[in-house]
T-cell receptor, first 113, second 116 residues
Framework: KQEVTQIPAALSVPEGENLVLNCSFT??????LQWFRQDPGKGLTSLLL?????REQTSGRLNASLDKSSGRSTLYIAASQPGDSATYLC????????????FGTGTRLKVLA | DGGITQSPKYLFRKEGQNVTLSCEQN?????MYWYRQDPGQGLRLIYY???????QKGDIAEGYSVSREKKESFPLTVTSAQKNPTAFYLC?????????FGYGYTFGSGTRLTVV
């Protein structure tokens, strides 16, 4: 059964720092992996979607990588800003079973001004 | 712009009462999902629907019911049988079911349900 883990659960960094958020999954047989951002009391906003055949995707200051063989994805945020403060979740879509996305519990990021 | 609309944003339920959460999408997506989010826990799947007039139980379906009479709409009813309904409820959709065929999920803004 696919399990998705995000460590650390919380992270505080000073403004301007480059940072990496980690997402690990136990079964490498995935269709794709999606990164989301969630602000307090809000829904999930899609940031990046990486297909299984891709190694990375970029959007502005965000870069997500995927290494299926090691069961890892990382979300790189360049030059962090206070507005980046939110919870970041990853979700993996397995190729077997019912194909439903499996979500991690998220990393709560706080960028200090 | 296309998207998913959840209403209401806040909902209060009295003990023994059924309440219905609305989810409407104009993305022409076939699949829709309901998730429950509790503090410190990941998203848990309540129900999902691959196509109109079809739906399946997720991991925590007890005390909930759904219908899918129209492609655009997937309402969730929280029944009195749900003993701990206070949570944040999220609706999502995808062009095709699950993460297959390379499509991701789009989420609504959520409904916060509180038992009073």
């Amino acid at each position: 059964k696919q399990e998705v883990t995000q460590i650390p659960a919380a992270l505080s960094v000073p403004e301007g720092e480059n940072l990496v958020l980690n997402c690990s999954f136990t079964d490498s047989a995935i269709y794709n992996l999606q990164w989301f951002r969630q602000d307090p009391g809000k829904g999930l906003t899609s940031l990046l979607l990486i297909q299984s055949s891709q190694r990375e995707q970029t959007s502005g200051r965000l870069n997500a990588s995927l290494d299926k063989s090691s069961g890892r994805s990382t979300l790189y945020i360049a030059a962090s800003q206070p507005g980046d403060s939110a919870t970041y979740l990853c979700a993996a879509a397995p190729t077997s079973g019912t194909y439903k996305y499996i979500f991690g519990t998220g990393t709560r990021l706080k960028v200090l001004a | 712009d296309g998207g998913i609309t959840q209403s209401p944003k806040y909902l209060f339920r009295k003990e023994g009462q059924n309440v219905t959460l609305s989810c409407e999408q104009n993305l022409n997506h076939d699949a829709m999902y309901w998730y429950r989010q509790d503090p410190g826990q990941g998203l848990r799947l309540i129900y999902y629907s691959q196509i109109v007039n079809d739906f399946q139980k997720g991991d925590i379906a007890e005390g909930y019911s759904v219908s899918r009479e129209k492609k655009e709409s997937f309402p969730l009813t929280v029944t009195s049988a749900q003993k701990n309904p206070t949570a944040f409820y999220l609706c999502a959709s995808s062009p095709q079911f699950g993460g297959s065929f390379g499509y991701g999920y789009t989420f609504g803004s959520g409904t916060r349900l509180t038992v009073v």
